[in-house]
């Protein structure tokens, strides 16, 4: 199956702060999760983004299928950013079973001190 | 749209017993994943739904665990017999189609004694 490898594992910032988090894999996709997972466990959906770039707000991501990575990028971090970041590929590069079965990466656990 | 939805949200359990979890899926969504998320991991597929049919289920999935999804609405997960290694967050997502986004619910808490 596809590997999903994440970095960096921690990261600490001070508020106000910008910061990259990097998503790598390991065979081409054809979609792409991010999702903050808050302290109480609940996963939210950040973006999906199999190519190209989008934005949101203070967040944006941009996806390189053929170079096969993604990258989360935070502005002026804020307390409430804090909790971990995952990105999610499908598990397989084809399915016979039309599933989207999602392998995750290991995760980026940001701190936004005040 | 209200959601996906699982209850209970923690549940505890002593080992040996049997629990069932339930997923409520958006209610447009014909597909519905289960995963389960240990402590500083990242979540792990179990089991993949489209409409009632259970179509792919993980080599995590051991004996003691079994999922439905009778009328291809709601589903449901039970562990019997469980173990302290089934103590994780057990969380249900769904989608509209496949390779599209899925969303997930807030999850329920496992913990064995």
């Known amino acids: 199956g596809i590997q999903v490898e994440q970095s960096p594992p921690d990261l600490i910032l001070q508020e106000g702060a910008n910061s990259t988090l990097r998503c790598n894999f390991s065979?081409?996709?054809?979609?792409l999760q991010w999702f903050h997972q808050n302290p109480w466990g609940q996963l939210i959906n950040l973006f999906y983004?199999?190519?190209g770039t989008k934005q949101n707000g203070r967040l944006s991501a941009t996806t390189v299928a053929t170079e096969r990575y993604s990258l989360l990028y935070i502005s002026s971090s804020q307390t409430t950013d804090s909790g971990v970041y995952f990105c999610a590929v499908p598990r397989e590069r084809t399915n016979n079973n039309a599933g989207n079965m999602l392998t995750f990466g290991g995760g980026t656990r940001l701190m936004v001190k005040p | 749209d209200t959601g996906v939805s699982q209850d209970p949200r923690h549940k505890i359990t002593k080992r040996g017993q049997n629990v069932t979890f339930r997923c409520d899926p958006i209610?447009?969504?014909?597909?519905l994943y289960w995963y389960r998320q240990t402590l500083g991991q990242g979540p792990e597929f179990l089991t993949y739904f489209q409409n009632e049919a259970q179509l792919e289920k993980s080599r995590l999935l051991s004996d003691r665990f079994s999922a439905e999804r009778p009328k291809g609405s709601f589903s449901t997960l039970e562990i019997q017999r469980t173990e302290q290694g089934d103590s994780a967050m057990y969380l249900c997502a769904s989608s509209l189609k496949s390779a599209s986004e899925q969303y997930f619910g807030p999850g329920t808490r496992l913990t064995v004694t």
């Open positions: 209610s447009e969504h014909n597909r």
């Open positions: 983004i199999p190519s």
């Open positions: 065979d081409s996709v054809n979609n």
